[in-house]
């Protein structure tokens, strides 16, 4: 593995948003749920997809805050075009755990 330098850890935009909407993505070959993040004035609501049902649901997801690179280029996933990458752990079963923080902090706070 080669070690990541300053400059480049730097180039990763990881910011706090808190999911505004969440619904079931239909269309998706692999259970996911869509949403849309709300990080704050400069950078705005954007859109996801994260393959994260086996331990939330789009109800309780909702007011939940998340932590996303908004730097990548958009994505197409079937219909839908995401707009940012929802960050979790993946568990030994395969499941995703989301990567939230532990105290409310403000929307687009960026990871130092």
Same mark, same amino acid.
């Given at each position: 593995?080669?070690?990541?330098?300053?400059?480049?850890?730097?180039r990763?935009d990881?910011?706090?948003?808190?999911?505004?909407?969440?619904?079931?993505?239909?269309?998706?070959?692999k #259970?996911?749920? !869509?949403?849309?993040?709300?990080?704050?004035?400069?950078? *705005?609501?954007?859109?996801?997809?994260?393959?994260?049902?086996?331990?939330?649901?789009?109800?309780?997801?909702? *007011? !939940?805050?998340?932590?996303? =690179? =908004?730097?990548?280029?958009? !994505?197409?996933? *079937? #219909?839908?075009? +995401?707009?940012?990458? =929802?960050?979790?752990?993946?568990?030994?079963? *395969?499941?995703? =755990?989301?990567?939230?923080?532990?105290?409310?902090v403000?929307?687009? +706070?960026?990871?130092?």
């Open positions: 593995m080669n070690d990541l330098t300053w400059d480049e850890f730097e990763i990881l910011r706090v948003g808190t999911v505004i909407s969440a619904e079931h993505f239909e269309e998706a070959i #259970p996911a749920i !869509k949403m849309q993040i709300d990080f704050g004035k400069e950078i *705005g609501i954007k859109k996801s997809s994260a393959q994260i049902t086996d331990h939330y649901d789009p109800v309780n997801i909702i *007011g !939940k805050q998340v932590a996303a =690179v =908004v730097n990548f280029p958009k !994505k197409q996933i *079937g #219909p839908f075009m +995401s707009e940012c990458l =929802v960050t979790g752990f993946m568990q030994q079963d *395969g499941s995703i =755990v989301l990567a939230i923080p532990d105290k409310e403000a929307n687009g +706070s960026r990871l130092v």
